[in-house]
């Protein structure tokens, strides 16, 4: 499954909040830091893992395993600025959490904003099916 968005940042903006323990931690996790290629995710919901990185090219590409899945996050520059961001995962049961990531995503950097409701009684995922 794969699913688009646009951000007004440039790519070198969004590869570092997907790739950074800050970035992550600013939209995604509650804590997220990196070691020796594996990231330590604490979820909102206290769900946690240690995610390997399976590919890392700056401005570009960026793959993690994530919870038994893969997630790829694909970047391009606009043609007039910014990012077209794609972000691909192999698990189709994933459309809920991880359109409410992209759209995090797109609000932490483009607008500075926290969209998580920071309640561990709630998931992330905005939107049900």
């Given at each position: 499954?794969?699913?688009?968005?646009?951000?007004?940042s440039?790519?070198?903006?969004?590869?570092?909040a997907v790739?950074?323990?800050l970035?992550?931690?600013?939209?995604?996790?509650?804590?997220?830091?990196?070691s020796?290629?594996?990231?330590s995710?604490?979820?909102?919901?206290?769900?946690?893992?240690?995610?390997?990185?399976e590919?890392?090219?700056?401005?570009?590409?960026?793959?993690?395993?994530?919870?038994?899945r893969t997630?790829?996050?694909?970047?391009?520059?606009?043609?007039?600025?910014?990012?077209d961001?794609?972000?691909?995962?192999?698990?189709?049961?994933?459309?809920?959490?991880?359109?409410?990531?992209?759209?995090?995503?797109?609000?932490?950097?483009?607008?500075g904003?926290?969209?998580r409701?920071?309640d561990t009684t709630?998931?992330?995922?905005y939107?049900?099916?």
């Open positions: 499954m794969e699913w688009r968005v646009f951000c007004a440039g790519p070198s903006d969004v590869y570092r790739s950074t323990s970035g992550r931690e600013r939209f995604w996790a509650g804590s997220a830091p990196e020796d290629g594996v990231i995710f604490v979820l909102a919901d206290g769900r946690a893992a240690k995610c390997s990185i590919q890392a090219v700056p401005g570009e590409r960026y793959q993690l395993g994530y919870f038994g997630l790829t996050f694909t970047l391009t520059a606009g043609e007039a600025g910014g990012t961001l794609t972000l691909s995962s192999d698990e189709p049961a994933d459309c809920a959490e991880v359109v409410s990531l992209l759209l995090r995503l797109k609000a932490s950097v483009d607008f904003v926290d969209l409701n920071h709630r998931t992330t995922a939107a049900d099916s």
